[in-house]
């Protein structure tokens, strides 16, 4: 047998049958997904309109859905931007992100209003941000409504013990000597004031006539008799101002004339101030 012509033979054979079970090869698939910046849903206030707590402040909620096509784990934060009716910013909130599932995700922003901050219609911003540094946003208004409120300091309005006949003796200081207003509002306020009758405390058929109290925004100025009806009695600017401007507090001095033949007791009365929104 010739050995060389059966090698070949049997080589073109393997060839043959190699070329029967078929070849195989790998190669890579790759896509690079790009990045969508996430949109803001509809935003919501919650109280609205708002109702600002007299010398205190008010939580106020600001909320929306986030949508971010690369998933809600895409979404870093989100923010609250609080602009007053006059445009200027007054607050700027961290938001909670909760309850995240496909591609959406809630922003909750609370934010604790002063009762001085102005009335009228606001804005307020959320802007949502994520991995890629890209933002959305979306905002809304809501009314935040006017509060006309005081707080009254250095009261009771104490004269201690007076001798009968005797005029114009001062309250005792920090007990209406004088009495502080403060506006514990958001509107420019106008004082008013009335007093009933100081009764007799032993016996009540004795009294002091409410006109004997007398009041004045100096210590130096004219003294202003106390009546049992509403007197204005306005500061020198015309009005007591908002909080945190000049003139947000009104001091007021007081007085009492013990005319002769009164009998000698402790004597009380009342004492009421009333503010109205300058207008």
Known sequence: MDVTKFLLSFAVFLAVIGFAFGATSTTNTNTTVGNVAPTVGTVTVS???????AGSTTDVQAQATITDENGYEDVQSCTAKWYNPSGTLEYTTSGTLSGGSGNTVTCTATQAFDYYKPAGTWNVTIEATDTASAT?????TFTVNELVAL???NVPIE???TT???TNNPATSGKGYPLTTENYGNVNLTWEVKGTDLVGVTDNTKNITVSNVKYCNTTTGTKVALSTTFAT???GAGYIAVYPNTGYTYDVYHW???PSGTYAQTYTGNYTVQVLKKV
């Open 159 to 161: 004269f201690g013990t």
């Open 151 to 153: 707080n009254l300091l």
């Open 233 to 235: 009695y306005n500061p």
């Open 47 to 53: 109280p609205s309109p708002v109702d600002l707590t």
């Open 164 to 166: 009968v006949g005797s």
């Open 256 to 258: 009492i004339d013990i």
């Open 136 to 140: 959305g946003s979306n905002y809304t």
